[in-house]
């Protein structure tokens, strides 16, 4: 299956993981087809997480923005992960 950023919607998230040596983040997800979805941007040169549940408490994918040096994860409960690097997609 292709990736598309709207597959990902609802999917739960599950882990944001930084390796600071390699500079790689494995963003983990769980979704109704795949239990064990990860995004992983390599050649990190950013990363921020904010966990202020704006809109009440969810772990579930409200949107996922990709672009050449970007993602964006925004979570149902209004926080972002923004990870600027490589977009690698499994």
Known sequence: MAFSP???HDATLVQVKFTWETGVVEIHLRTW???AFILIV???TALHVTRNY???PSEQINTI???ENLV???T???D???VTGNINLQ
């Open 80 to 82: 972002n992960i923004r």
């Open 65 to 67: 923005t990709v672009s």
């Open 33 to 35: 087809l795949d239990p």
């Open 54 to 56: 704006e809109w009440g």
């Open 6 to 8: 709207e597959y990902l």
């Open 72 to 74: 964006v994860v925004e």
């Open 42 to 44: 390599s050649n990190v």
């Open 76 to 78: 149902q409960s209004g």
